[in-house]
């Protein structure tokens, strides 16, 4: 039989009604603990002789099928969830590296993964070593013995930059260094992580595959295309000796970080999640399509200095984007008026548009990165992540496109003034 489709395995798997008296929405099981009739089959759990939910910070039916998803949706070799996008980066990154080594990571990053970088990695011993990865030449040149691992974003935010995965992964492969990527901007449905030779894939849940900014939380696949047998890491080699290659880099991340430091993702939130996903691949549609519609009709108006949108023809990444994400181009778009002041204004008048600090709702939401999510960055990390006083970031959602067009039209009319 032919595997599912996207659509179709984002609504059936992860579901086992057999299980669970028949029921084909996937029963929130919102305990701590399970009980065992038997000290004797108790301790077969805790032993891996037979399988068993033992405490929901270990492992949980709810948050299991939503692994199982997301997994089939990125036709990966395993997938572990977390509490928060941020929770499963640093998970990732805690599995892969330790003091003494080094990542490499792009200096385009959502402003939580640089404060994470450069402060608390930093201070545990990790050093981060940063490229452009629009210039994927340059990566060869920050490599070292130590690197354990290379982190980009599918899209960086908010610079909208679209690195060449391919050939990004082409150095990784030829390092043997492990790529990670953040996927959060395209979800699988835009941009498949193994396909472009990507190690883990790491999503914020919280995004599109919420879908409807109602619950934080975060996804890890392993795509399968790395050997661990063969990785660089004393930890990764030995647990691919007992537990085989293909189950050493979910063993670590699962069984040692996610479940010994506590970011386990709560059942509820891994329901909305697993809701979210049965919906993403017509929310995505949607909101590409009324990006698209909202970058042109900015460029348009001559009061915005500037419209960044990797769909427009005139964006430096169009030709990349076009090809990695099958001609989508996500629901992101940053505008710049030309002083801080302006893009207040701009947001005071707004009445549709909410000003609040998330992305990938299915409302359409905008906010001041600069005064915000980068308060706490130096002006170079601003520029390098493409964050200017002047700019403001939207996230378009799900609306229909002329009511979102006409909230705009009356912020921009406060700015004619
Ligand atoms: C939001 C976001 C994160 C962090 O996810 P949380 O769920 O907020 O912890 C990481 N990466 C990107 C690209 C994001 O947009």
């Keep these: 039989m032919k595997e599912w489709d996207f659509e179709t395995k984002a609504i ?19 305990t701590s603990s399970f009980a065992y009739d038997t000290a004797e089959s108790m301790e077969d759990v805790f032993s891996n002789k037979s399988f068993g939910y033992i405490y929901s910070r270990i492992s949980n039916p709810t948050v299991n099928a939503l692994e199982e998803r997301i997994n089939a949706l990125e036709s990966g070799a395993g997938a572990v969830a977390a509490a928060s996008g941020m929770a499963a980066i640093s998970a990732v990154v805690f599995s892969l590296a330790e003091s003494g080594d080094e990542i490499i990571a792009s200096e385009s990053l959502f402003g939580g993964t640089l404060i994470l970088f450069n402060s608390v990695l930093n201070r545990l011993g990790i050093k981060i070593r940063y490229i452009n990865p629009n210039t994927p030449d340059t990566i060869a040149d920050k490599i ?141 549609e949607k909101h590409c399509s009324n990006a698209l519609k909202l970058a042109e009709f900015f460029k348009k108006q001559p009061e915005v200095a500037s419209v960044n949108y990797p769909g427009l023809k005139s964006s430096k990444y169009f030709t990349i ?13 940053t505008i710049r008026l030309g002083s801080k002041e302006r893009c207040y204004r701009f947001v005071n008048r707004l009445k549709l548009v909410k000003n609040l600090a998330n992305l990938g709702d299915a409302k359409t939401l905008i ?51």
């Design 144 to 284: 070292s013995k130590k690197t354990k691992l290379i982190f980009i974003e599918t899209i960086g935010n908010p610079r909208l930059d679209v690195p060449d995965l391919k050939k990004i992964a082409g150095i990784s492969t030829q390092y043997n260094i492990p790529l990670v990527i953040d996927g959060t901007l395209t979800t699988p449905y835009m941009l498949k992580a193994g396909d472009y030779g990507a190690a883990v894939v790491i999503h914020s849940a919280t995004k599109f595959i919420s879908g409807y900014g109602s619950g934080i939380g975060g996804l890890i696949v392993d795509t399968g295309k790395y050997n661990w047998a063969g990785s660089d890491s004393n930890v990764l080699r030995e647990a691919a000796g007992k537990y085989g290659s293909k189950n050493a880099f979910l063993y670590i991340l699962h069984k040692q970080i996610i479940q010994n430091t506590g970011s386990c993702l709560a059942p509820f939130n891994a329901f909305l999640q697993l809701q979210g996903l049965e919906t993403l691949s017509l929310r995505m």
């Design 12 to 30: 059936h798997t992860g579901v086992h009604p057999e299980l669970h008296l028949g029921a084909t929405s996937v029963p929130i099981y919102q």
């Design 367 to 417: 906010i001041h990165p600069a005064s915000t999510i980068y308060h706490d960055c130096t002006e170079e990390e601003m520029l390098n992540a493409g964050v200017y006083q002047d700019m403001l970031r939207i996230s378009v959602g799900i609306e229909n496109i002329q009511d979102i067009i006409s909230d705009f039209i009356l912020a921009l009319e406060g700015l004619a003034k």
């Design 321 to 333: 984007a076009e090809k990695q994400f099958k001609d989508k181009f996500g629901s992101l778009l």
